[in-house]
């Protein structure tokens, strides 16, 4: 059984960048056509996709954050890391790992409050 865990810290200071890591567990995320995206829900709002890095490595952003938004991974540890730049209070969200494929797989989600 595929499991995602998101990992991070749940307090980011204005300006910094956000960086959140998806372990997951129970299979590969170079198995094929598969996509691991990070999706967000701000307080109150809907869920928004933020971008996926592919089975192959191979990686795309959602336009709107594209600026700011850097998807990586690391296939030795089975991970996938979100690093969001120059945070500010509107990216206070509940974060989620997803993967995408012929059978989907979400990770419980974390909060992430950007305060100073």
């Known amino acids: 059984q595929v499991q995602l865990q998101e990992s991070g810290p749940g307090l980011v200071k204005p300006s910094q960048t956000l960086s959140l890591t998806c372990t997951v567990s129970?299979?590969?995320?170079?198995?094929?056509?598969?996509?691991w995206s990070w999706i967000r829900q701000p307080p109150g709002k809907g869920l928004e996709w933020i971008g996926y890095?592919?089975?192959?490595?191979?990686?795309n952003y959602s336009p709107s954050l594209k600026s700011r938004t850097s998807i990586s991974r690391d296939t030795s540890k089975n991970q996938f890391t979100l690093q969001l730049s120059s945070v500010t209070p509107e990216d206070t969200a509940v974060y989620y790992c997803?993967?995408?494929?012929?059978?989907?797989?979400w990770g419980q989600g974390t909060q992430v409050t950007v305060s100073s």
């Open positions: 129970g299979g590969s995320i170079t198995t094929n056509y598969y996509y």
């Open positions: 997803w993967g995408a494929g012929p059978y989907d797989y």
């Open positions: 890095i592919a089975y192959s490595g191979s990686t």
